[in-house]
Structures are given as structure tokens and as C-alpha cells.
């Protein structure tokens, strides 16, 4: 190849890229890739949280102490776990239930350990 052909083609597998990654970030994936999920407004009474599309749903839930919260898994068979900050965590899985009882108020901030921008968060209030 000339240099000018050279030049050519890789200035055409960069707007490539370019045009690859700004795709990936347009799209509703890569919104919900930029923004932090802890940062939705939180659901209110929400004791079930599904697991699915790489996103917690509601990411961000309002209980009572005494609630049980269940996690669903409903993500096509990916795989993920929900790994609370204080300590507990479920398995890593693709299918499946996890429950946590919450006895006292507080924040409770989870995450995905395979996908680290999918995070959640419950906020225990006294009944
Ligand atoms: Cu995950």
C-alpha cells in the first residue's frame, strides 16, 4: 500500500470506531451505561427487584424495616449476583431467587460484581 491509502484506511477504521462507540452510548444500553443508577428517584414499596437487560429494576427501592426483598433473575440465563456493601451476597448465577430481610433502617448499597455500573441501593425507613 502507498502511504496515502495507508493514511486512508486508518483514518476510515477510526470514524469507524468513532462511529461504533458513539452508537453504543446512544443507545438505551450505553445510557444506562453513563448514568448512575443510584441516582433514580426511589420506588416506593418495592420488595421485588428484577434482574434483567444488565440493570437492576427499580434500581432504586423504598422499604420498611421487616421487609423482605426478593431479587428475580429474568435476564435471558446472564449471569449475575447482588452483593450488598455491609456483607451479604447472593451467588453468582442466571437464574434464580435471592431474598434479604432488612430489621434495620439505613442505605443499602448493592452491586453487580461481574458488571460494575450495575449498581442498586435500599432505603430502609422505620415503619
Ligand atoms: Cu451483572
Known amino acids: 500500500?502507498?502511504?496515502?491509502?495507508?493514511?486512508?484506511?486508518?483514518?476510515?477504521?477510526?470514524?469507524?470506531?468513532?462511529?461504533?462507540?458513539?452508537?453504543?452510548?446512544?443507545?438505551?444500553?450505553?445510557d444506562r451505561f453513563?448514568?448512575?443508577?443510584r441516582n433514580q428517584d426511589a420506588v416506593v414499596g418495592a420488595s421485588t427487584i428484577v434482574l434483567a437487560d444488565n440493570w437492576f429494576d427499580p434500581p432504586v427501592s423504598q422499604v420498611t424495616t421487616g421487609?423482605?426483598?426478593?431479587?428475580?433473575?429474568?435476564?435471558?440465563?446472564?449471569?449475575?449476583?447482588?452483593?450488598?456493601?455491609?456483607?451479604?451476597?447472593s451467588a453468582v448465577i442466571g437464574e434464580g431467587t435471592y431474598t434479604r430481610t432488612f430489621t434495620e433502617p439505613g442505605t443499602y448499597d448493592y452491586t453487580c460484581t461481574l458488571h460494575p455500573f450495575m449498581d442498586g441501593r435500599i432505603v430502609v425507613t422505620a415503619p
Request: proline content about 7%; charged content about 20%; cysteine-free.
Open 1 to 30: 500500500m502507498t502511504r496515502p491509502r495507508i493514511r486512508r484506511a486508518i483514518a476510515g477504521s477510526l470514524v469507524a470506531s468513532i462511529a461504533v462507540i458513539a452508537g453504543f452510548l446512544l443507545s438505551p444500553w450505553g
Open 67 to 89: 421487609t423482605t426483598v426478593t431479587f428475580v433473575w429474568d435476564d435471558n440465563g446472564a449471569v449475575h449476583d447482588v452483593a450488598f456493601d455491609d456483607g451479604p451476597s
Open 34 to 37: 453513563l448514568q448512575d443508577p
